[in-house]
Nanobody, 120 residues
Framework: QVQLVESGGGLVQPGGSLSLSCTIS????????MAWYRQAPGQQREMVAR???????DYAGDVKDRFTISLDIAKKTALLQMDRLKSEDKAVYYC??????????????WGQGTQVTVSS
């Protein structure tokens, strides 16, 4: 059974940094792409950063130059390094995986979500 296990998050002051980790548990064939989404209270879930297996990255405009996504395929782990955090970054952050579970079988997976709070 494939699951995405998140860690990191917590409380940080404005201008501070946090790192989120997402590890794929279970046997898979390959990773197509991994991404981080976030959802603030009363808001829709939005994509924050995405990386594909080739290393190509995409970022939401308001986090570009502050957040960095990386992918260690051997460890089946995606990281999101968040620097210069702002109060508006406060949200529940979700890991997303576009994963090939076995040859010819693709599926999407979501992590359980981790809270990021930016406050003084």
């Amino acid at each position: 059974q494939v699951q995405l296990v998140e860690s990191g998050g917590g409380l940080v002051q404005p201008g501070g940094s946090l790192s989120l980790s997402c590890t794929i548990s279970g046997n898979i064939f390959s990773i197509t792409a991994m991404a981080w989404y976030r959802q603030a209270p009363g808001q829709q879930r939005e994509m924050v950063a995405r990386i594909n297996s080739g290393g190509r990255t995409d970022y939401a405009g308001d986090v570009k130059d502050r957040f960095t996504i990386s992918l260690d395929i051997a460890k089946k782990t995606a990281l999101l390094q968040m620097d210069r955090l702002k109060s508006e970054d406060k949200a529940v952050y979700y890991c997303f995986g576009d994963i090939r579970v076995r040859p010819g079988m693709f599926d999407d997976f979501w992590g359980q979500g981790t809270q990021v709070t930016v406050s003084s």
